[in-house]
């Protein structure tokens, strides 16, 4: 069962067919309603689920998330959003110290069923506080998931297992790929923690996430006219990620990069680099090298984004590297 | 302080002997608990309710089992209340294995989804999204039930009270928001804190708001009776409960900030002690209190021996437990 | 609307005429930004004030130099108000290299602190406590001076005004709170927003609240000018700005959750025309406003052309601005 | 100059030298004043500097470091205290969005000089909410400085350079740290970024900051016992990093263990990890090791936390590790 479309509405897809399968679904968010969400993420929900289960907010983020918590506490699967990456800072103890932990110190009596969409990314020229990919940050707090589908597909159906998971998950979307068209597959099976090969290889792996995966591509394209089979591992969930198929990649090629559009320094590439590099020492013949965004703010200016955002030239470059 | 609305239908003396129970064992508990942190038994920091056992009560006591409640880092009295098992709160406090949350959250982590307590919080003014989202579930579900959002005078002061409250009045939410005003925020006075008042607060966002004397049993049950019901026909309260605290912020705090006119003055305000002036008045015996403050103490002590004889909590099970079991992590 | 206080001290024409000027030249300037952005000749998005223009000139107008003020993602207006360099913000909006912020910040960022202008913010609200903390800064260097914090109807939501309100209460900081309620907050009405009142809020926290027809700029500038000597000598003060948003809430917005009669009401209330009407009253020439309208759109005309000519900023410029130079880094 | 002290009185006398040195420097948090701080922190300095200078402040911590960079951007120093690491989750579009960038997004018009002190890390069973270790958020952001002295020298010395530093410093203390005794020497070079070598060895380096140290100094005590030299690095800086002082101590050990209190997974020692196996690749003997806490929240039981936190025995067993 396939059918062209675009990210956005793989979104709006998996929230409506969510709703319909789970009375306890519901959404919530700025605009998400009315107004079908600032980036039509929501679009005809309202039409299709009423007012009860989708909700326009007020401009009150920390209490968005919060109520999601309480919701998903007493009987509700909520699924938030909050407009921009960016604006996760005022709903950081929520998401940290409410959701991720809730389950933890009342000692496994309870789940918090609840979802955040989130669109991360530069590429439309929106300046410092509405571009960041924060992602790292909830990669780094036990009791949450941390998910970044890159395709039409995934965004689908790791929206709809999102949604299913027991367990509060950050969903990041990326805004450029919003237009992205691809087919959908509804009755893909629906799992946490996968990674996808998205191109075999056997010279060099480069393992990424969300829109630079279309750069890794690229890269790929051009590495492939040298005589370079680069493998992409598309790693889809950030938390947990996926080890085995990281592992078993670099095993095969023994050279890695790994490339993502957050600033690399501290970055969720640090941690997959390390894990890489002490697991399979002796597996490596290069260092793991990594493509991120520099340790600036991202920049407005289009010259200036475009100088900031890791690119295809920067991937084939590292993995040259690695071959060197 | 008298309550702002008229009592029209005082509490019965039984339904006020029952709660007088529940404030006595607040009150036992939390000395208990005191004594138990000046020996070491505890570890962390607590923060007791002693003198406020009148809100915990009479809140709680209004509620109906569908409804649900988020607290604070001082919320002992109000899980207590809510009839949480005794030995399981001990064990908790303690850090013990068989704790209501496995020893992982202590004092500042009390929770009891069975009973629709969503947890005390180490984070002021947390509860109040909490109990803003658990009302909206409420609503969606159609459950019939209100949720309770408790939080100090000091908590007025984050900005959640203010995105809540407009939440609420936006969604006329099943709701009730229940301050315990004990004039303090840590050190600092209430004076110092905050600058507007719940009533005008409540005004502004048109929720209904309600002062009550917190250290009148009957009054706070009778106003939280109405005020739970006004909330679950028609939309969002305000329960302000003017209360004190006898104890430092946390235990072992000297409060050296107190004048000592405030403190020798505490005990001429204790709910425990005004309401068991009513009781008698209204023809309950002496032996009767008495025996209720044995039978409390009886339940702490077994309580106490069963927590002390339970083992430490297992790290494994522990780890086992941030995430949820699920097939998905097998998936796709 | 008429202003809530009487109007004592109507500002003489001539006065009445440079703020004129500074609508005009907003106006001219937005509506030139709205072409340019159409023809993608600015990137990423930008939020235009056309109908509010006599917000930012009467409060803009009514600073002292050493006042400060921060403003809002739809804060063009307060900062040309404040007299920013025209070539600077066009070469900032479109993103190259000489703009005030160097490119780096576009219509969202712009700010001149030689100006005190703490900057147009992205984060809805976000203004709020950057004001506030201006104003503790004057109070406590005893600067004489005033900031104001600019924030739209769909702001108040957010936690930062209760809690910033409640700072400036506390503190009787020299700070106004200016609300620029437009109606709308993205795509929705303020009725579905907010349940309270600024007016009802400003009395919760005892800040005097004034209301004002925020397209009479004789009105605002009155208003502004007396509400900001208040807060100077005597503490927090509100000024909420009842005004309209002509355009989208960003450019390319097609405005579909708009009613036909709003928008074909809009120019009724142009403050722009109104302002115009009445200096002609007070006899100012038709040509004297002509001539004005000729010097802003030339003025434009030059700094649109400098934008133009004007080179792409350097990475490696911007790079070395993420941190200031200083010896520590050389030190220990 | 010099004179024993505890590190809380050492954060004391800092501010208040501070304070006396320079009249742009003032405080506020949540009871600093009056009441001295919840861990005496502030103690004093109400009386010695007034009113004006050191004000207790509602219970607003996004207010409140917020209120610190208009402050900041308007002629003052302020130093303002978040009484418990967890709780900088409110206040993280105060830091991240505003003070980070407000310097690079105005074009360098401007700097942000105020320091956010913060206490982190456990041993006090202070449970889930009041223990965490978060800095790994802050050293992901561009325009922000992270430092977490451990010695009551540095507590003085890094905290001074903190304040005259010209951009935003997150400044992290651990409170289990507080009652720690030591020698204060005023008159210290005061800087940014470098690391200190805390004890010379040449078999193995342990790289550290923080509670931790002392950890690493008992394992290195250990590891004495079996002949093993251990050279430990205290990092004192987070970000930026001392990659000069790790390098070069790794470059003459060639093996390498980082250990801190926080969550191990996407946390600092990630990032210091992958840079040392990338950019060292040939120089190392072993896998880069990392000790950090297990992926889960920090439990309140005396028990579960003790087994929760990084310890000697874990650092001693990593060490061998790489040198099995
Ligand atoms: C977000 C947050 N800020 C600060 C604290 C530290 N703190 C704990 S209790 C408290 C005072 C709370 O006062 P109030 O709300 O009146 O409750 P009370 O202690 O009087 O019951 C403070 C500041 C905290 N736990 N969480
Ligand atoms: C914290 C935050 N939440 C949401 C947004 C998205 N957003 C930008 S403007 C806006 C509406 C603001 O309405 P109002 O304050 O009335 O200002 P107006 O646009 O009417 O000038 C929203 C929701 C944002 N920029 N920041
Ligand atoms: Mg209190
Ligand atoms: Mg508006």
Redesign the pocket.
């Known amino acids: 069962m396939s059918k062209p479309l675009r990210y956005v509405n793989a979104i709006a897809q998996a929230l409506s067919d969510a709703m319909a399968a789970d009375p306890s679904v519901m959404l919530f968010g700025e605009d998400v309603a009315a107004a079908g969400g600032p980036f039509k993420a929501t679009r005809g929900l309202l039409d299709t689920h009423g007012p009860e289960r989708v909700r326009d907010t007020p401009i009150s983020e920390a209490s968005i998330v919060g109520a999601a918590v309480g919701a998903a506490l007493t009987g509700m699967r909520p699924v938030v959003e909050i407009m921009f990456m960016d604006f996760v800072a005022l709903a950081m103890d929520a998401v940290v110290n409410q959701a991720a932990k809730a389950r933890f110190m009342f000692g496994g009596q309870c789940s918090v069923p609840m979802v955040l969409r989130t669109p991360h990314g530069g590429g439309l020229n929106a300046g410092p506080q509405h571009s960041q990919c924060l992602e790292a940050w909830f990669a780094h707090i036990p009791g949450l998931r941390v998910v970044c589908p890159a395709t039409v597909a995934d965004a689908y159906s790791l929206l709809r297992a999102s949604i299913e998971a027991p367990d509060p998950v950050v969903f990041v979307e990326n805004k450029a790929l919003y237009a992205l068209q691809g087919d959908l597959d509804v009755d893909a099976p629906r799992g946490i923690g996968k990674a996808r090969i998205d191109r075999p290889g056997r010279h060099a792996t480069i393992v990424t996430y969300g829109a630079t995966l279309y750069a890794a591509r690229a890269a790929a394209d051009r590495l492939a006219q040298d005589g370079v089979e680069a493998e992409i591992v598309d790693l889809r969930w950030i938390q947990p990620w996926d080890e085995e198929a990281v592992f078993a990649s670099v095993a095969k090629t023994h050279r890695v990069v790994i490339a993502h559009e957050a600033v690399q320094a501290f970055g969720v590439g640090a941690e997959i680099a390390a894990r890489i590099a002490s697991d399979l020492f002796d597996e490596l013949d290069a260092p793991v090298l990594r493509v991120g965004a520099p340790f600036m703010p991202i920049p407005f200016a289009k010259s200036l984004e475009a100088a900031y955002l890791p690119d295809a030239d920067r991937i084939v470059a590292a993995v040259k590297d690695t071959l060197a | 302080m008298p309550s702002s609305a008229p009592r029209n239908d005082p509490f019965p003396p039984d339904r006020l002997l029952a709660l007088h129970r529940t404030m006595q064992l607040i009150r036992a508990t939390e000395t208990t608990l005191s004594k138990l942190f000046a020996d070491s038994e505890i570890p962390g920091f607590i923060?007791l309710s002693v003198g406020q056992e009148a809100v915990a009560a009479g809140v709680i006591g209004a509620l109906a089992p569908q409804d649900t409640f988020a607290t604070?880092?001082?919320g002992h009295g109000h899980v207590l209340a809510r009839g949480v098992a005794l030995d399981l709160f001990f064990k908790e406090i303690m850090g013990r294995a068989g704790g209501i949350c496995g020893g992982r959250g202590g004092s500042m982590h009390v929770a009891d989804l069975t009973l629709g307590v969503l947890g005390a919080n180490?984070?002021?003014?947390a509860g109040l999204p909490l109990a803003t989202g658990s009302a909206l579930a409420h609503q969606t579900r159609r459950s019939g039930g209100v949720a309770v959002a408790f939080?100090?005078?000091?908590?007025m002061a984050e900005g959640a009270l203010h995105e809540c409250l407009n939440m609420a009045a936006l969604w006329r939410l099943p709701m009730v928001f229940v301050c315990?005003n004990?004039g303090?925020?840590?050190f600092s006075p209430t004076s110092r804190q905050f600058a507007a008042t719940l009533d005008k607060l409540g005004a502004a966002f048109g929720i209904p708001h309600r002062q009550v004397d917190g250290n009148d049993l009957a009054a706070v049950a009778q106003a939280a009776t109405e005020v739970v019901e006004a909330a679950r026909s028609d939309g969002p309260r305000i329960l302000e409960c003017i209360t004190t605290?006898w104890h430092g912020?946390f235990e072992g705090d000297p409060q050296r900030y107190r004048n000592a006119d405030e403190i020798a003055g505490l005990p001429e305000n204790d709910p425990l002690r005004r309401s068991a002036e009513a009781l008698l008045a209204a023809g309950i015996e002496e032996q009767d209190l008495a025996a209720l403050v044995a039978s409390v103490d009886s339940d702490i002590a077994v309580a106490l021996e069963a927590a002390r004889a339970d083992a430490l909590p297992d790290f494994d099970a522990a780890f086992r437990d941030v995430y949820t079991p699920t097939t998905l992590t097998a998936g796709a």
């Open positions: 923060h604070t880092h001082r180490g984070i002021v003014g939080f100090g005078d000091g908590a315990e004990n303090w925020s840590e605290r912020h």
